[in-house]
Antibody, heavy 121, light 106 residues
Framework: EVQLVESGGGLVQPGGSLRLSCAASGFTFSSYWMNWVRQAPGKGLEWVANINQDGSEKNYVDSVKGRLTISRDNTKNSLYLQMTSLRAEDTAVYYC??????????????WGQGTRVTVSS | DIQMTQSPSTLSASVGDRVTITCRASQSIDNWLAWYQQMSGKAPKVLIYKASILETGVPSRFSGSGSGTEFTLTISSLQPDDFATYYCQQYSRYPRTFGQGTKVEI
């Protein structure tokens, strides 16, 4: 069974930093694209970033480029999101999501339960 | 960026009703479209991918159709577990984009 468990969320001041982690199990982590998707309070889903199997390709939504960095460690079956220069509009639940069965960067097949990030002074 | 527009934003329905949700893309995405269901306070779950292929384990009352710029999600007979918010997502181009969501309520 695919399991994704996010951690690292919390309250941070504007301009601050945070590192989110996602621990994966139940599948061969190194074989799949991985994604971060966020959801602001009471709002819809927003795709944030994804990374390919060996970490050589990364894609971001424009609003986070230069501030949020996706990475992975296949030896630890873990996905990360390094967040810097945080803004109030980054406040959201952040979901880790595995790519689909094909191994390509298509849809999000399985999701974690999310970790909440609040940016406020 | 490709804009995804869902309609309606809210849908009031009853158990047993046939429900249809529409998703329009601002440019052609072929059939690179997924539908997700999100129960209140929970993570999303994929229902359909490539516009019309039912994900394993998803009840057959869910179906998807469309290609190009116009897509639909249909629930043939609404069940109590189906009251949720539904999102479409295109994965034709970056950045991946979602529709704003359709809340199906009683």
């Amino acid at each position: 069974e695919v399991q994704l468990v996010e951690s690292g969320g919390g309250l941070v001041q504007p301009g601050g930093s945070l590192r989110l982690s996602c621990a994966a199990s139940g599948f061969t982590f190194s074989s799949y694209w991985m994604n971060w998707v966020r959801q602001a309070p009471g709002k819809g889903l927003e795709w944030v970033a994804n990374i390919n199997q060996d970490g050589s390709e990364k894609n971001y939504v424009d609003s986070v480029k230069g501030r949020l960095t996706i990475s992975r460690d296949n030896t630890k079956n873990s996905l990360y999101l390094q967040m810097t220069s945080l803004r109030a509009e980054d406040t959201a639940v952040y979901y880790c999501a595995r790519g689909d069965h094909s191994g390509y960067d298509h849809y999000c097949y399985s999701w974690g339960q999310g970790t909440r990030v609040t940016v406020s002074s | 960026d490709i804009q995804m527009t869902q309609s309606p934003s809210t849908l009031s329905a009853s158990v047993g009703d046939r429900v249809t949700i529409t998703c329009r893309a601002s440019q052609s995405i072929d059939n690179w479209l997924a539908w997700y269901q999100q129960m209140s306070g929970k993570a999303p779950k994929v229902l359909i991918y490539k516009a019309s292929i039912l994900e394993t384990g998803v009840p057959s009352r869910f179906s998807g159709s469309g290609s190009g710029t116009e897509f639909t999600l249909t629930i043939s007979s609404l069940q109590p577990d189906d009251f949720a918010t539904y999102y479409c997502q295109q994965y034709s181009r970056y950045p991946r984009t979602f529709g704003q969501g359709t809340k199906v309520e009683i």
